[in-house]
């Protein structure tokens, strides 16, 4: 199998493969395994897809919490958001109302944002800074380049989610946690990282008017778009991320990237916007 379930001989503890989608094929995995206490779920993206888990968890007489993995990307507000922020309609977020409704006091769920680390299936966040950073081309950034962000190791994102154990009487009443780092940094931050991770000088960071829509990973606009994360802290005693991807960005991470051989080559940058900057500077 691909990666990263390939690994999973590795891990410490019996993986039991089976169809997540049939109650049926999830029983007999469970045959003669002691009773689910918990289950966290990396794979619903609507009721029906968690009603299998559901099911099972129902059925378990010594069942503690379901720790749903949900989304950041529902909130509608901008800048540094937190739980109590309005939310949109998601197939996610149906997910939180269906598990009020049929695991009262037994669920919680977590509203991760941007992750980045090894074996994670996306890297275009932090490729976007290095790809530039190593061909000297300008960085397009919206507004003043200030706007904080999250972006948070999926070693410290596992580590959150399991905070969980062991204080299920406090996060499985319906607790929503937003799932991030505790080290913000800024687009800017991210532009120099970026450069100092090939011994290059400061980049040239161009200011394209907010909300322009480009090639630029995150979201455009001039708030920013990050989670707070002290409610995790304060309910689940999670100490904090170990992390800082501004460390990661010039050490593993861009081990990776030139590995991958993503220094080589023509970079596409027809739709960074540059004709649309309304300034160009060495640094903010």
Known sequence: SALPF???PELPIPVTWCALDEVAAIDRALAGKPAVTHVFDNNAKGPGDAAPYVQVAQQSPEFLCYAFVSSAGMYTSKGLLKEIDPVKETGQRDVELALQESLPGKWCAFRPQYIYGPYTNKRS????????AVRDLPMAVPGDAQQPVSVTHCEDVAALLASVVGRESLAASGQVFNCGTDKLCSYDDLCQAAARAFGKPPPVVASLPPDTK????FRPNAEGFAVRVNRAKDILAWPGATHNV?????????????????????????DDKLDQAANLAPSF
């Open 125 to 132: 966040y932090l490729d976007w800074f290095l790809a530039r």
């Open 246 to 270: 501004l460390d990661d960005l010039t050490g593993f991470y861009k081990d990776d990237f030139l590995a991958l051989r993503l220094d080589q080559g023509d970079l596409d940058t027809s």
């Open 6 to 8: 390939s690994k999973s």
């Open 214 to 217: 480009s090639s630029f990973p």
